[in-house]
């Protein structure tokens, strides 16, 4: 199975701070990578795929990028509705996985 | 509306069975790629299997904690996926979500790569 290192697995950040976490594959998943974002007792929301693309309607503050094995999830200037968990996921081979996630906060 | 909404959850005993039903609408759902994906309370998500349609051979494929124990299969005619869960553990107290993808469009994509579109989620809870 391919595993799924994200980190930070917490962060704190300021309104209008530019944020970013990275996912690392255990090999090359040639950016077969998503990344979603999850609100508390809501189910997940796709947000980039393919590494880079931006879901329709989602704000063009969010961005991914990476290669290989290595991915960066980033939101140019936090806003206090990002208060979220966010997740990258995997899809170059079975079984799909996650990475544990991280905890944005609004410091 | 294009919708998945998922049923059957609730507590069981170890040991125990249980089937989950997510029943689809707005979209072609005999067309559709179906997943589960679960999440056990305050940890990460967790990919449970896959169905494919039926015109894509219908197979199914399994994360290695659930496999031999859990059954995914899907009624197109009305518009309906299922996980059956048998001899049930405490470690897979978990709210189940059922996932497929839709609206993401590119050419040469595999069914299941992009999950965008989720039901709310149904809590399972073992325990005695």
Request: proline share 4%; aromatic share 12%.
């Amino acid at each position: 199975d391919i595993q799924m290192t994200q980190s930070p697995s917490s962060l704190s950040a300021s309104v209008g701070d530019r944020v970013t976490i990275t996912c690392q594959a255990s090999q090359d998943i040639s950016n077969y990578l998503n990344w979603y974002q999850q609100k508390p007792g809501k189910a997940p929301k796709l947000l980039i795929y393919d590494a880079s693309n931006l879901e329709t309607g989602v704000p063009s503050r969010f961005s991914g990028s990476g290669s290989g094995t290595d991915y960066t999830f980033t939101i140019s200037s936090l806003q206090p509705e990002d208060i979220a968990t966010y997740y990258c996921q995997q899809y170059d081979n079975l079984p799909r996985t996650f990475g544990q996630g991280t905890k944005l906060e609004i410091k | 509306e294009v919708q998945l909404v998922e049923s059957g959850g609730g507590l069981v005993e170890p040991g125990g069975s249980l089937r989950l039903s997510c029943a689809a609408s707005g979209f072609t759902f005999s067309n559709a790629w179906m997943s589960w994906v679960r999440q056990a309370p305050g940890k990460g998500l967790e990919w449970v299997g896959r169905i494919k349609s039926k015109t894509d051979g219908g197979t199914t494929h399994y994360a290695a904690p659930v496999k031999g124990r859990f059954t995914i299969s899907r009624d197109d005619s009305k518009d309906t996926l299922y996980l059956q869960m048998n001899s049930l553990k405490t470690e897979d107290t978990a709210v189940y979500y059922c996932t497929t993808q839709w609206g993401v469009v590119v050419v040469g994509a595999s069914p299941d790569w992009y999950f965008d579109l989720w039901g709310r989620g149904t809590l399972v809870t073992v325990s005695s």
